[in-house]
């Protein structure tokens, strides 16, 4: 149970590239997750899934783009990186309802993050 | 807008002693105050959390205090051990409803505990 995973581990990006984070969970949660995670600022939301196909904006999802094709899987996608996107990002995932094994039913499941830096 | 305010931003405790981590929210429609923990290189991880119908929750070295007419939170860790050193992340959500258990976090407390 490998639990949440992120590929890649760290990017560099030059202003304008394109890249997607890939974000995998094996524990059958319903929803998912994107955060970053900037010094002095905490987790900021970027975009969330509540179920495979479905996908909406959190606090800050300009310049980022999401998709859900399967429940185990969230991608996240930058198609025009700039300096201001450099940043640890988290993807996390939890499960829809209480009484699902595993614990808490609000407990949100991080993966490892990704560090990206845009030049 | 910031909902969940954190303090300090950082803090020095020596082996031992007690560490305390405030949290004040604005959102009367928060239920749910989760606390995660962060090491260096990994994704933040699960604490604790309490929810606003108990004042205290409790864990081995770890409290939460809770008071909801000031709308304020606080993590006690007692006991303090450098492997505790750690950055510390509050966070709220709601719950009921139609709720998709977005987690407003703070801002994050460096905890370091000295030896």
């Known amino acids: 149970n490998a639990g949440v995973t992120q590929t890649p581990k760290f990017r560099v990006l030059k202003t304008g590239q394109s890249m997607t984070l890939l974000c995998a969970q094996d524990?059958?949660?319903?929803?998912m997750y994107w955060y970053r995670q900037d010094p002095g600022m905490g987790l900021r939301l970027i975009h969330y899934s509540v179920g495979e196909g479905t996908t909406a904006k959190g606090e800050v999802p300009d310049g980022y783009n999401v998709s859900r094709l399967k429940k185990q899987n969230f991608l996240l996608g930058l198609e025009s990186a700039a300096p201001s996107q450099t940043s640890v990002y988290f993807c996390?995932?939890?499960?829809?309802?209480?009484?699902?094994?595993?614990?808490?039913?609000?407990?949100?499941?991080f993966g490892p993050g990704t560090r990206l830096t845009v030049t | 807008q910031q909902q969940v305010k954190q303090s300090p931003q950082s803090l020095i405790v020596q082996k031992g002693g007690i560490s305390i981590i405030n949290c004040a929210y604005e959102n009367t429609a928060f239920d749910y105050f989760p606390w995660y923990q962060q090491f260096p290189g990994k994704g933040p991880a699960l604490l604790i959390a309490?929810?606003?119908?108990?004042s205290e929750k409790k864990e081995g070295r770890f409290t939460i205090s809770f008071n909801k007419s000031a709308k304020q939170f606080s993590l006690h860790i007692m006991d303090s051990q450098p492997g505790d050193s750690a950055t510390y992340f509050c966070a709220a959500t709601y719950t009921f409803g139609g709720a998709t258990n977005k987690l407003i976090f703070g801002t994050g407390t460096l905890l370091a505990v000295q030896p």
């Open positions: 996390a995932s939890s499960y829809l309802s209480r009484g699902l094994a595993g614990g808490s039913s609000y407990e949100q499941y």
């Open positions: 309490i929810r606003p119908d108990v």
């Open positions: 524990m059958n949660h319903e929803y």
